[in-house]
């Protein structure tokens, strides 16, 4: 019997047209488009806007991009999950909101949480499925409305984050291609350095917790960075050597959207060439889950089958991880 493995055989994305520029920004808290393009490397991000526009929203245009791409039928799928830090609302899922606007009805679906690691974290809980051999279509959408958690009084947070969405469409294959390997690392420590203070059960929304601005993304900018470059690319750099892989066998690093500095680490230490590494944070800043199929999406053009793609990325609570896939299509947009 052939081995079944999980291949992304289609990406899509979705973001909303309004752009909130660096200049904006200056106009709201104490910093310029030099600063913040010095320390990140963002000029803009793309915001949400309206009443009751939750992530559904971002999600369920990326997914239903996703279907009309592939002429699939919403019938036809078997699995969605969502990768989310910001849900419509506690329950339920936004991904079974985002199932129901899209008109998917055979699926069972569930959000997963990892923060800026969603996204790998997500994808391999749906190559478990797939490598079954019972799930034939699942789809796999990353999507935060970041903007929502975003402290525009906070100049050391405001300017990182954006809103969108990307979804992947995940399916069998017996071929040598597909999702090969994975590293996958949480250290519950690391909540303390990046976590949003109120809202949970631990600490309830309250008039109290409102005033002092505690539901917003609270981050110890130094610390998350010295933790986000040593661990992204470790683990890299790890899958790497785990797959007797040189820096010339790999096509692409896929890496998560936080800060260019990170990413320019972490493919130097996997001695990539900048032209090796999927690179869009100017555009769109951090979008959390969203970052790595937004990359994917921006790029699917470029890549052929066969070629070797690392994904890394790094989140609050903390986690990390590393996918080393062997891309399944070629692609012409």
Known sequence: MEKIRAAITAVNAWFPEYRLTNDELATMVDTSDEWIMQRVGIRERRILKGERQGTSV???????????????????????????????????????????????????????NAACSGFIFALQTAVSYVETGRYKKVVLVGADKMSSITDYTDRTTCALFGDAAGAVLIEPTTDDTGIIDHLLHTDGSGRHHLHM???????????????????????????????????????????????????????????????????????????????????????????????????LWEYENRM????????????????WGSVYIKWSYDTKK
Not at 74 to 93: G, H, K, N, R
Not at 211 to 223: N, P
């Open 58 to 112: 971002l999600g369920a245009e990326a997914v239903k991009g996703l279907l009309d791409k592939t002429g699939t039928d919403p019938s036809e799928v078997d699995l969605l999950i969502c990768a989310t830090v910001t849900p419509d609302m506690m329950f339920p899922a936004t991904a079974n909101i985002i199932s129901d606007k899209v008109g998917i009805k055979n699926a069972f679906s569930f959000d997963l």
């Open 197 to 295: 203070k109120a809202g949970g059960s631990e600490r309830p929304a309250s008039h109290e917790t409102v005033d002092a601005r505690q539901h917003y993304v609270y981050q110890e900018g130094q610390t998350v960075f010295k933790f986000a470059v040593s661990k992204m690319a470790d683990v890299a750099v790890e899958l790497m050597k785990r797959n007797n892989l040189e820096s010339e066998d790999i096509a692409w690093l896929v890496p998560h959207q936080a800060n260019l500095r990170i990413i320019g680490a972490t493919g130097k230490r996997m001695g990539l060439d900048p032209s090796q590494i999927m690179i869009n944070i100017e555009n769109y800043g951090n979008t959390t889950a969203a970052t790595i199929p937004l990359c």
């Open 304 to 319: 052929k089958k066969g070629d070797n793609i690392i994904l890394a990325a790094f989140g609050g609570g903390f986690t």
